[in-house]
């Protein structure tokens, strides 16, 4: 078997389109060149090294800024506003979308790790955020919500 080596972006492209706790970056490639995948391969997990491994999960996929850029629900550069968990907005605390990230104080960061550093910042004592459910638009729309409604028109 030959290894190649994809960067960060594309990884998390192909993240986004798994399946099942089976699948793994070259089964994802095969579906989406539509190659076909072996069986012996759907069956056998593979475990991979990388910023996100870990990160497949059984549930509906990650959130993916870039596919809601793609679509128009969301801009390249657009602001995103910090709310807490009851939903009000943390004054001073915006992000740029820039590719599946945000941009925040110049510091690219996911969704998850900017929303856990501030509300950390802000008293909150806990280590696990869902980003997505935590930025707005300006228009008042959590980015949970836009994912939630891509993936009903858009079934992964």
Known sequence: MQKIEVDDNVYQFLESKVQGFGDSPNIVLRRLLGIGTPKLQASKPVATKSPSAGSKRGKA???NLQDLVRIGSLSEGQVLYLH????TKI???QAYIRGNDLE???KMQSMSALARDHMKNQGYDNDSYRG???WFTAQGRSIKDLWDEYLKEFPK
Do not use: I, N
């Open 84 to 87: 807490d968990y009851r939903g």
């Open 132 to 134: 997505p459910e935590h």
């Open 104 to 106: 925040c104080e110049g």
């Open 91 to 93: 004054s001073g605390v």
């Open 61 to 63: 996929p990650k959130a």
